[in-house]
Nanobody, 119 residues
C-alpha cells in the first residue's frame, strides 16, 4: 500500500490550503483514512480521520477550521484547511488503517507534506 500526499506549501496566516492523498496498491475498500501532523519539536498528533462509510473524527481544536473529505471512487482523502495560523505549521501525514473490527490489523503512512504558515 502506498500513500501519495500533495498540496502542502507556504501560506500566509488566514489563508487556506487543501491537501490530497491518494492510496494505491490495494483493493481493500474499508480502510479508515486520515491526516496527522507533527510540528517541530512536538509529537505527531491526530488531525482527522474518515471511515469508508463517512464517519469522521476530528481533533477538537481543529474541527472548526479543518474539513476532511473522502472520495472512495478515487481512493483519496482530502483536508481543507482554512483560517490557517502559524501554529498549524507542521509536516502533515496521510494515514490509512484497517477498521477497528478487522483482522489482521494494518496501518500505513505517507511520507508527509510540509505546511508552513507565515505570520
Amino acid at each position: 500500500v502506498q500513500l501519495q500526499a500533495s498540496g502542502g506549501g507556504l501560506v500566509q496566516a488566514g489563508g487556506s490550503l487543501r491537501l490530497s492523498c491518494a492510496l494505491s496498491g490495494s483493493t481493500f475498500s474499508s480502510y479508515v483514512m486520515g491526516w496527522y501532523r507533527q510540528a517541530p519539536g512536538k509529537q505527531r498528533e491526530l488531525v482527522a480521520t474518515v471511515s469508508s462509510g463517512g464517519s469522521i473524527n476530528y481533533a477538537d481544536s481543529l474541527k472548526v477550521r479543518f474539513t476532511i473529505s473522502r472520495d472512495n471512487t478515487k481512493n483519496s482523502v482530502y483536508l481543507q484547511m482554512d483560517s490557517l495560523e502559524p501554529e498549524d505549521t507542521a509536516v502533515y501525514y496521510c494515514n490509512t488503517k484497517t477498521p477497528r473490527w478487522y483482522r489482521p490489523k494494518e496501518e500505513y503512512w505517507g511520507k508527509g507534506t510540509l505546511v508552513t504558515v507565515s505570520s
